[in-house]
């Protein structure tokens, strides 16, 4: 199923970088002008469940003609439909604290933000956003911190910690994700002691000369220090880790192309890929000061998604609330398979919802407002399953969107099933009855294409209506 590693200029080693943008860019250049029978043999490839190689990547971004891009966006349907079915997980961001010592152009916490109203959650204050976010029904986080001495490895287990300690109700976090600074291998093994889930840290831009333009002081100038981060989370036992790139500071095909050698290199190195692949598009920040030419097009960026859920199929895509409603909605459509819902980025923000956004004390500005319910509801009538599942993390099944990928009928016996007990549970728990009455309508439907499996499932379902909470397989 997974390819050889391939071979670069650089030989992949741990810890080594291995980006050489020349080669990236002689691969983008050498496949331009792709023909109609080129592109549908690639897009086959995927479709019959291979990684793309980057020569492959480099024809479908190469390709121009809008009816051989229609058919790239067919394909990354087909894919979703045919591997990953019609779950979508939910999860919050929690932003801890917005110190810090870097001064990356695009980002309105960057030290040099005078404007900029700093914070850290305290304790309670920690506490009060974790009970309101369970109260909403909320049961995945991704904690979000600066990059600042304060925000070290102990304190982000401590939080870490807090956070999983917070129980309202029914309520409670069952899985904490991290995107904070780059760590070394002893930080990274005390976050993982703390139990975390997946540690996020973005690239921001693979094009090494745009990264020093943009990173202009602080320890994240270091293009390499961040390049490596992941193999160190790797040889300290994290093998959960999610990579990303920040659409917009560089040529966007150069970006796709940094993130495909980044799973290469994983998998030459580490023979697992990353866990999940963001792609942030820059929207306006409070002290935006980038060059705007690189700014991604909606119609660009869609086909950039359709791209990387064809190049990477077993990877986790995650969309993230930075993108407005219509763009969230299409491009789910190719197989993205995690959202973020009701989500407030201002520090404390929910617990104190401001009407506007206040640009002064958050990172970036974001597009798609609604609230948790409201995502759910919708996602619900256009027969998508919201899911809060958190089963493989909590049973050990590491790996896990390479075996829902992979696994005959690992969808099918875990991930919708577990999907239909988090759904119930958050009818039961959190909706109004007539978000309750919706959510069951497609459970039963949901119920009806389960086959043999769905009287295990319905056994469970009584339980939760009973009471019970945390049922999963
Ligand atoms: Fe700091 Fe991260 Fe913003 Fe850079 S992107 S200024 S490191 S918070
Ligand atoms: Fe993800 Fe595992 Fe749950 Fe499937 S069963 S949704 S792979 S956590």
Redo the contacts with the bound molecule.
């Keep these: 199923m997974r390819y050889e590693p391939q071979q670069y200029k650089i030989k992949d080693e741990p810890m080594q970088p291995f980006i050489d943008a020349d080669e990236i860019w002689d691969i983008i250049t050498k496949n331009q002008n792709p023909s109609k029978e080129q592109v549908e043999k690639i897009i086959e490839h995927s479709l019959n469940k291979n990684r793309l190689s980057l020569e492959e990547t480099a024809v479908l971004l190469n390709t121009t003609d809008p009816e051989l891009i229609e058919k790239i966006k067919d394909g990354a349907r087909t894919l979703k439909e045919r591997i990953y079915g019609n779950r979508i997980v939910l999860f919050a961001p929690l932003y801890i604290g ?1 110190y ?5 152009a ?6 040099t ?1 005078k404007e900029m109203k700093r914070k850290t959650l305290n304790h309670d204050e920690l506490v009060n956003q974790v009970v309101a976010l369970e109260k909403n029904g909320h049961k995945r986080l991704i904690l ?5 001495p304060a925000y070290n490895a102990n304190y982000i287990a401590e939080t870490v910690k807090t956070v999983y300690e917070v129980k309202e109700k029914n309520g409670e976090i069952r899985r904490v994700n991290i995107n904070a ?1 780059p760590l070394d291998i002893e930080g990274f093994k005390i976050v993982k002691d703390a139990g975390i889930g997946t540690y996020q840290v973005f690239q ?1 831009t693979y094009h090494p000369k745009t990264y020093d333009i943009v ?1 202009r002081s ?1 320890k ?1 100038k270091d293009y390499n220090w961040r390049l490596t981060s992941l193999d160190r989370a790797q040889e300290a036992g994290i093998d959960d880790v999610g990579i990303g790139a920040l659409f917009g500071l560089y040529n966007w095909k150069f970006e796709v192309m940094g993130l495909l050698r980044h799973v290469n290199h994983f998998e030459a190195v580490y023979n697992v890929g990353p866990h999940t692949i963001s792609f942030p598009r820059i929207q306006n920040a409070s002290s935006l000061d980038i060059d705007k030419s690189n700014i991604v097009s909606d119609e660009d960026f869609t086909k950039l998604v359709a791209i990387l859920r064809l190049a990477v199929p077993y990877t986790g895509l995650i969309l993230t609330a930075r993108e407005p409603a219509h763009i969230r909605d299409e491009i789910m459509r190719f197989g993205v398979s995690q959202i973020d819902g009701g989500t407030n980025i201002e520090m404390s923000g929910y617990t104190n919802k401001n009407e506007k956004q206040d640009l002064d004390s958050e ?1 970036f500005e974001i597009c798609d407002t609604r609230t948790l319910s409201e995502v759910i509801e919708e996602l619900v009538e256009n027969n998508y399953i919201p899911s809060f599942c958190t089963a493989c993390y909590r049973l050990g099944r590491t790996g896990e969107h390479f075996m829902e990928f992979s696994v005959p009928g690992f969808i099918k016996r875990y991930c919708t099933p577990n999907a239909i007990l988090t759904l119930s549970e958050y009818a039961e728990d959190y909706a109004n009855e007539d978000l309750k009455q919706k959510a069951y309508i497609l459970i039963d439907k949901e119920l009806e294409k389960l086959g043999d499996h769905a009287e295990v499932v319905r056994k469970k379902l009584k339980k939760i209506k009973e009471g019970k909470r945390d049922l999963y397989f």
């Design positions: 917005n810090c010592t870097n001064d990356c695009y980002c309105g916490y960057k030290v933000n979000v911190y600066g990059e600042h600074a921001e990173h602080g994240k990172q």
